[in-house]
Structure formats: C-alpha cells, structure tokens
C-alpha cells in the first residue's frame, strides 16, 4: 500500500547535486507561487498573447489556487526552492510544472516527476503542456494525445504517459 504522499520525504542525487522532493505545507505555497510565475514569465508567456498571459496569471494568482492539489517542490541542499510540480485528480493531472532557470537541465524536473509517479495509483498522468514544455516532456516519457489547442489564449498540446510498466504507444 502507498503512503500518503503528505508523510514522505526523498532525496534524489540529480546532475550536479541534492535534492530533496516533499510536499509543500501552505506556508510554503506564496514560494511556490512565485517561482511559477517568475519562470512562466521568462519561458512560457512570449508562446501566449496577452489574453493567454492574463487567464494564466489570474489561474494563478493566489495560494488559495493550491488548495484541491498535491504541491509538490524540490529543494536544494541549501534549502532553496529548486522546482514546483502540482497535480490533482488524485495525482492524475499536472496543472503546473516549474523548474527555476538555474536549475534546469540538472534533472529537478525528473526527480519531481518520479516522486509524483511513485505516489499515483493511476496508471496515466496527463497535462496540458505549453508549446515551451512538450519536448521536455517528450522527455520524461509522455506522448501527445490531442491536437494543440487555444483556450482563453493558453495554447497547450494535451499528452499523456502511461504509469506502471504500461508502455505508451
């Protein structure tokens, strides 16, 4: 049986150094917020027109927003915030997913996402991935299972991957 993810803590060893995954109590959610935004901000928001850039910021605007999800971060071994995954439906969906840009290609983004594998019952995760993000999640395993979309000016490309030795495609 799985424990719930709210008592598990784990360090994984990335490219460079430490990290520890573990879920975020709410006091850490404005931390969590801001790394969301600062890194769409750089790295998302010139794929989005201004339409899309303001449903994003208005979808995040607030701790409050985490309230149904599992929030996720990973730190480093000085304590900072490192990246941010958040996922609800019982951990089947990721509605965000952030790795702060000095931390990026040193593997934070597959530790967070195998902390979330190991802690689904699921047996598929799915996301709507921003034009920025769908070769990284290429990467992870995931595969497009839709065609791009524009809602509200977010545009994403709906993909999957398939948990627990499910092979996808």
Do not use: W
Request: proline share 4%; aromatic share 12%.
């Amino acid at each position: 049986k799985r424990k719930c993810p709210e008592k598990r803590k784990r360090r994984t060893k990335t490219k460079s150094k430490t990290v520890e995954i573990k879920v975020l109590e709410k006091s850490q959610y404005p931390a969590a917020l801001y790394l969301i935004r600062e890194t769409f901000d750089k790295f998302v928001a010139p794929f989005y027109t201004d339409e899309g850039v303001e449903t994003f910021k208005a979808r995040f605007s607030s701790p409050e927003d985490f309230d149904d999800a599992v929030v996720y971060g990973a730190f480093d071994e000085n304590g900072e915030l490192a990246g941010v995954l958040i996922a609800v439906n019982d951990l089947a969906h990721i509605v965000a997913f952030y790795v702060k840009e000095k931390f990026q290609k040193r593997g934070v983004g597959k530790a967070l996402f195998e902390r979330l594998s190991d802690d689904s019952n699921n047996s598929y995760v799915t996301v709507n991935a921003s034009p920025y993000a769908v070769e990284i999640y290429r990467k992870l395993g995931f595969i497009e299972a839709g065609e791009t979309e524009d809602r509200d000016g977010i545009v994403f490309t709906p993909m999957m991957k398939a948990l627990y030795g499910v092979t996808n495609g």
